[in-house]
Nanobody, 116 residues
Framework: QVQLVESGGGLVQAGGSLRLSCAAS????????MGWYRQAPGKQREAVAT???????NYADSVKGRFTISRDNAKMTVYLQMNSLQVEDTAVYSC??????????WGQGTQVTVSS
């Protein structure tokens, strides 16, 4: 089992920055890909960014050039640096991890609110 705990959400003005963190515990040796997903009110959850254990990252088109995902394998922590935030980025951001058996684990989510 893997447990994920997010931190770093909050309220920020448009154009500002936030950094989200997600710390994994439990069977962390089994974790391969980690990532961030978000869900805005009335919308489906979407993938924001993912990163493999080797450091290969993928981003949603809407955040390319503004968000950066990174991870510290020693701490099994994944980060999401969000710059140039837009009102449209307002959502609940959740951390996810997939292990080598393709089991998915989710954090509780953290609210990010961008005001105009």
């Amino acid at each position: 089992q893997v447990q994920l705990v997010e931190s770093g959400g909050g309220l920020v003005q448009a154009g500002g920055s936030l950094r989200l963190s997600c710390a994994a515990s439990g069977s962390i040796f089994s974790i391969n890909t980690m990532g961030w997903y978000r869900q805005a009110p009335g919308k489906q959850r979407e993938a924001v960014a993912t990163i493999t254990r080797a450091g290969s990252a993928n981003y949603a088109d809407s955040v390319k050039g503004r968000f950066t995902i990174s991870r510290d394998n020693a701490k099994m922590t994944v980060y999401l640096q969000m710059n140039s935030l837009q009102v449209e980025d307002t959502a609940v951001y959740s951390c996810a991890a997939r292990d080598r058996r393709s089991n998915d684990y989710w954090g509780q989510g953290t609210q990010v609110t961008v005001s105009s």
